[in-house]
């Protein structure tokens, strides 16, 4: 089930104190050339849909050892030490990856 719809990305981030804004391209652009800071802030245009997803797919019996949103800041983590591996170049193809990554880790912590 693709939760698209409920989400919008938002990618208008202030970067400096004059209120200038920057826009997807912009930061993906800047995230593919290495800028750190860039990465973080596109990442965190996903942040509430995978928590969404977290959400919905941290069982019961992991919600006392942890929580959704430690599961989304792992694998945001993850997804920034590996931007250099992703290798799309949309929004939803980004979408894409950020949810394989975090599937792959509630899987991950559903073993240990």
Not at 56 to 73: F, H, I, N, P, T
Not at 84 to 111: A, K, M, P, Y
Request: charged fraction near 25%; aromatic fraction near 10%; hydrophobic fraction near 40%.
């Amino acid at each position: 089930m693709e939760f698209k719809h409920l989400f919008s990305v938002h990618f208008s981030i202030r970067t400096n104190p004059v209120n200038q804004r920057v826009n997807f391209e912009e930061l993906f652009e800047r995230g593919r050339a290495g800028d750190q800071e860039a990465i973080g802030m596109l990442l965190s245009g996903y942040r509430n849909y995978l928590l969404f997803i977290a959400n919905q797919d941290l069982e019961a019996g992991l919600r006392s050892k942890l929580g959704a949103s430690d599961v989304v800041q792992e694998s945001m983590l993850l997804a920034q030490k590996n931007f250099d591996q992703f290798d799309g170049n949309s929004d939803q193809e980004l979408r894409s990856w950020l949810r394989t990554i975090l599937v792959n880790d509630l899987r991950n912590n559903r073993r240990h």
